[in-house]
Structure formats: structure tokens, C-alpha cells
């Protein structure tokens, strides 16, 4: 899909409608996929979505209206205007320099049918273990464009990628199902990726599948566990990330507490969307502010939330951006975008050899936290023995469980090692594509293993 769309034209629509904010948000959007199912390559398939939603907002009322018929845009606001009673006269808008933007969606499917090589080379490993009763492994290129002008005077296109390679494998031993993931997750995935880094992927899959093969009984009850990288940001996500997001804050156990303790002296939560390789990395949030790298703790000090420019003014300070939808079709939310655990100076390794008897825990997944109470409880799905200052054996089918607040003012040490977990969309209202990551961490947790 081609458009174009001059200045002129959108300076009239917005002074069609009234009231304080007034929004024109149009999406071109772009996916294209390649799957590997059970031995068979499927044919690529391509698929494009493009349409404009109109808003307009007081801090106490929201009307809202969303289309995909781009051709009757003029029309459609009109009608909005007329629908909601819209129509008396507003200051006039003046736009931002550039007097005509254009978008253009990128061909896709043709990138994607060169990937098909690399699955035809993960076919050629996976057809010798027999463990492997299914498995799912698939190319998603996704790309959106979008323009944005509103009476703050923006007028700025701005484009987001959600590139992705993906490795489910499904083993059976003794009837017993389990899954392993891999991933590769790149902004510039075409870039970067080749048969190598696919096949050293699927390589790793296999690993730790074989990993999991032979597993002890796990203990249950508290002790010192070692979260690896890979998997702390599901606690992360879950029990600070959203918690931090100004519209929470009625619900949020950080309420009221900027500029107190919450963490250990050496906790730092950072969102940082400027970090380019990253997913879904941005100039500008989908209300057209610039973006920064913001810090919320700082030297265990809670200093910020998530905020974008409908909550900043209630808690009297500046946007932090943080302001996304899903795709034209929904009004904005307030969302964390790149978000993580600042790493510290020392080496895992160092520490792994000066514990003799401590669990690592190297992979988890679905939890839930009591918004009340804050306590926490998390699956492992893969985690290990340390045992005379070596990793051992692999432990299953144990919980890890704690009190939020208590665990982030108890981390005992944090490690050099920063990993980025980025492959996966959170349910907020809206699906989103996210990016979270921790160092490896020291704690204390309570273990309970399944008999």
C-alpha cells in the first residue's frame, strides 16, 4: 500500500472537530510468516491492514472512532464531528515543517521465501531425535507505518518492526508432555540472521530438551536461589513493570511511594526504547512525543512511573512517553515498551563457583501476583542443582513463590549479565509486543517442589 498525505488536508480535518485533544492516527501495516510444522514447510503466506482512527478528549470525556475505509476519511470525520455533537469551532492547528508524508509498505514476501533454506536445514537436524513428537518453527516479519498529527502540532510518520524467529519443541518421555523454547528476536532480523544462527538456535533447543531428560525430585522450602537472566524477567514483568504504569496507580502497590525505598541499594528499573536493536524500539511514542531512556528506580528509589500526556498532568510532571495502541483500531494505553533490571559488575561464573549448595533456576514461565497481598508464584520450567560449586543435575515440576516487595528489597546480588527476553506480546487491554530483561540474580525464595 502507497499513500500520501499533505498537510493541508489534515490541518482542515482537524479543525473540523472541537475539545482539547484532537487526534488523526493512520496504519499500514505489513506480516508476512513462514512456518516449519512436524516435517512440513508450509508455503509463506502475506497479509496487509491499513486504516485511521479519530479522537478527541477533555481530562473527563473520550470520544473515539476507528475505520478501514481510508478512501472516505473526510467523510468519516465529518461524521464523527456530527455523532458526537463535535462541531463547534476550536483554535485553529498548525502543523509541524514537513508539508506532505508518505506511506509505503515494504515487500515482505519476498524477504521471507529466503528464510525457507534455514528451515530446511532445522528439518535435517530435527528428523534424528526421536524424542521430538511435534515441533513448531516459523519466520514472522511484521512491519507498521503510521502517521500521527494532533493539536499538540505534530504532523510525523514513524515505522516499528516485530521480527521474529521461533522454535517450539514438543518432547514425550514416560507420558509426560513438555515444550522448549528458542529465539531469535532482531529489529533488523534480515539483516543479521543466517543458517548458522539458526541452526546454532535450533542446536540449543535441543540441548536443553535432552537437559531435561533426567530430573531429581525437587526440595521444598526456603533457600538461596540463583535466578539466571533467561528467566527473571517473568517476575520482573509481572510484579514491577505494570505496576509502574501511571493508569494502574488506584491498584499499584507503588502508589504514593515516589521518592521512597523499594528496592536494594543496587536496583535500578530502567525503560529505555531508544535502544535500537531492540523490538519495537521508537523515536516517538504513538502520541508523537520524543523519547528518552527514563529510570522509575534509581539506587532503590522509586522515582518515576509510566506516564504519557493524559496522567502526567494529574501527577504534575513531564510524559515519559509511554503512550501505545495495538493498532489504529484502539485508543492509547499507558504501556511499557523496553524495560529492565540494570546489570551490576560481577561475573556469574565467579559466584556459581563460591556456592556449594544452591539452586539455579534457568528458565520459568506462567505465574501469577496477588494485586492485594503481593505475594507471587511462578513455574519452573527448567532449573538446576548446584552442588559442590558445580551446576548439576536438573530439577522439575517445582514452584517458586514470595512476596514481591520483599524479594526486590532482598536481592542479594545482581550480575553482569543482561539478557533481553523479547519475543512474546502482554495482554493489557491490548496485545502489545514488549521487551524485558534481567541480570542473573541472588535470593532468597521459597521453593515447593511436586511430589
Known sequence: MKLKIKKTDIENLLNWFS?????????????S?????????????????????????????????ASSELKDIKKEVRTFAKTFD?????????????????????????????????????KEILKNEDLIISYNIYFLLSEKNYIVWNTKGAFIQDSQYYNSFYIILTWNKWDIYEEVFEKITWTEILKEISKKNVVSSINKAIRKLK???????????????????????????????????????????????????VASSWVNVVDNPTLKWKRWAYDF??????????????????ISYLHNNATWELFDVKSTWHWRRESYKYTNLVRMWVTYLESWKDKKEDMIKSIKNWIYVSTMWSGQVN???????????????????????????ATLSWNWLEMLNNIEWIWDCLDFFDWWTCWKWQ???????????????KVTGKN
Not at 475539545?19 to 506480516?31: A, D, G, L, P, T
Open 19 to 31: 475539545w482539547n485533544y484532537r487526534e488523526i492516527f493512520i496504519e499500514s501495516s505489513v506480516k
Open 33 to 65: 510468516t513462514l512456518r516449519l510444522v512436524n516435517w512440513v514447510v508450509e508455503s509463506p503466506s502475506t497479509s496487509e491492514e491499513s486504516g485511521f482512527s479519530v479522537l478527541s478528549r477533555t481530562w473527563e470525556e473520550k470520544f473515539f472512532k
Open 86 to 122: 463535535l462541531t463547534k469551532q476550536s483554535d485553529k492547528v498548525n502543523l509541524g515543517w514537513e508539508e506532505s508524508l508518505m506511506l509505503k509498505n515494504r515487500n515482505l514476501e519476498k524477504d521471507i521465501r529466503k528464510m525457507s533454506t534455514y528451515l530446511d536445514a532445522c
Open 211 to 261: 537437559l531435561s531428560l533426567n530430573w531429581l525430585s525437587s526440595p521444598s522450602w526456603v533457600m538461596d536461589v540463583i535466578i539466571w537472566n533467561e528467566a527473571g524477567w517473568t517476575i520482573i514483568h509481572e510484579a514491577v513493570w505494570h505496576w509502574l504504569e501511571a493508569d494502574l496507580m488506584n491498584s499499584s502497590v507503588y502508589k504514593w511511594k515516589i521518592w521512597e525505598k
Open 285 to 302: 511514542d504513538h502520541e508523537w512525543t520524543k523519547t528518552e531512556k527514563t529510570y522509575l528506580i534509581k539506587d532503590w528509589i522509586l
Open 371 to 397: 494485586e492485594v497481598t503481593w505475594d507471587f508464584v511462578f513455574q519452573i520450567t527448567l532449573w538446576y542443582e548446584i552442588k559442590n560449586w558445580k551446576l548439576w543435575k536438573v530439577i522439575r515440576w
Open 431 to 445: 496485545l502489545m509486543p514488549v521487551s524485558d530483561a534481567t541480570p542473573t540474580i541472588h535470593v532468597k525464595l
